[in-house]
């Protein structure tokens, strides 16, 4: 598009006698559009409208996705070629993204509700708080870590007390966070926490986008905001869980300081809770298959504790370095020894529930059997190649060529 001096210039320069091609490398610009100018085709200062020759393929597109959500954007691109698509490839799945034509696979999520709702201008505010001289026999030096959720819009928070702040402890403490919160919403916040984005470019990692991708939400990373009306809830909140923890006793356990915690983010719900839980997005029945790993030493009983129980190992380990392994959403956790091998496999026990497990036996076990799947899930059937053409997207091919579809194909004819 020319502005209304550039057009000027080239009236002036053409009748100065300069050629088109002359007046357009002195503007930097198109020999065509200074063609167009000067015929009379259009207008200075107003931009042409945009040919949109995807409209007319955007029923096939639909059907087609529909009837294969995986189908690479370039094979449809390929078959929308033959049937007349007069732009490239860019400008194809451009027009995709922006009309949203790929459906989602209900059978690559099948924990995820299509039906929740979602609210683009709610998000939950993840931040971690550290708590001065926790009790010696929580066993977490001189703070202990405590992680907050909060809605952005109702103000209802929830916080759960973790081991640490890596990505395995994180993604376990969010996703409890959520549940207690009832949902999550569309849009998750952080500050520059190290274990979701890079500290030197504030870009997210790759892994915790994997995270972001299972529960389906965007991830924003931006400080803490301190000011107007959010400022003075967060402001009523930390004042909230300061006097909580002055008050707390000092020998109680970490289970029992996590249920008083819970009672404390209830009572500061007031009337609002089940109106903000209501506008939230449901949950995938388990959480991010995260690798939970920490190290513990073997008792002089042969036993290892972890999270509130003990579970037994051979007595002739006692005082050996184990790794207690767990991923979250399975009903089980290994012992493993330095060398990495499985010692023994126990049923998880409810944290805080102070059982000891004896397990099966002292039997090493040196793998891990494979995860089971559901048998009666179908199978995604990504990756297997393109299918063939449904009857409803030949319909579709057939209109764009002009055609009518025929009608009953295997018919005799008289």
């Not at 986008?209 to 967060?234: C, F, L, N, Q």
């Not at 529930?353 to 059997?369: Q, Y």
Request: proline letters at 7%; a positive charge; charged letters at 30%.
């Amino acid at each position: 598009m020319l502005t209304k001096e550039e057009y000027t210039d080239v009236w002036e320069l053409r009748r100065q006698g300069w050629s088109i091609s002359a007046i357009a490398r002195h503007l930097g610009r198109d020999r065509k559009t200074v063609r167009s100018y000067l015929g009379g085709d259009r207008i200075a200062g107003v931009r042409s409208p945009v040919q949109d020759g995807f409209s007319r393929f955007l029923p096939y597109c639909r059907q087609r996705l529909a009837d294969d959500p995986h189908l690479a954007a370039s094979v449809l691109f390929d078959e929308v070629v033959e049937l007349g698509y007069p732009g490239g490839y860019s400008t194809f799945t451009r027009a995709l993204r922006k009309r949203e034509v790929r459906p989602p696979c209900g059978l690559c999520h099948p924990n995820r509700s299509t039906a929740s709702p979602r609210r683009t201008d709610e998000e939950v505010r993840f931040e971690w708080l550290e708590l001065p001289d926790p009790p010696a026999k929580w066993d977490c030096g001189s703070h202990a870590r405590l992680l907050l959720g909060s809605l952005s819009r109702s103000g209802r928070w929830r916080g759960v007390l973790a081991e640490s702040e890596e990505l395995p402890e994180l993604v376990e403490a969010m996703d409890q966070v959520m549940r207690r919160l009832g949902g999550t919403a569309g849009r998750w916040r952080f500050d520059r926490t190290p274990a979701v984005c890079c500290p030197t470019t504030g870009r997210v990692t790759q892994a915790f986008a994997e995270v972001a991708k299972y529960y389906g939400v965007g991830v924003d990373i931006r400080p803490p905001v301190r000011s107007g009306r959010e400022g003075v809830a967060d402001e009523a909140k930390h004042r909230a869980l300061r006097r909580w923890w002055r008050v707390m006793p000092k020998e109680i356990g970490l289970w029992a300081a996590q249920e008083s915690l819970d009672r404390l983010a209830c009572r500061m719900d007031g009337p609002r809770g089940p109106v903000a839980a209501e506008a939230l997005m449901d949950l995938p029945d388990l959480p991010f298959p995260a690798r939970i790993s920490a190290s513990r030493t073997v008792t002089s009983e042969g036993r290892v504790s972890f999270r509130g129980n003990f579970y037994m190992v051979p007595s002739d380990l006692s005082g050996a370095v184990v790794q207690v392994c767990r991923r979250l959403g399975e009903p089980f956790l290994s012992i493993a020894a330095g060398s990495g091998a499985v010692i023994a496999r126990h049923a998880l026990a409810s944290q805080g529930a102070g059982l000891t497990l004896a397990g099966r036996g002292d039997a090493i076990v040196l793998e891990r059997p494979a995860r089971t799947v559901r048998s009666d899930a179908r199978p995604c059937p990504r990756g297997r190649g393109p299918r063939p053409l449904s009857r409803e997207a030949l319909a579709e091919a057939e209109a764009l060529r002009g055609r009518v579809p025929t009608q009953g194909r295997g018919e005799s004819q008289g």
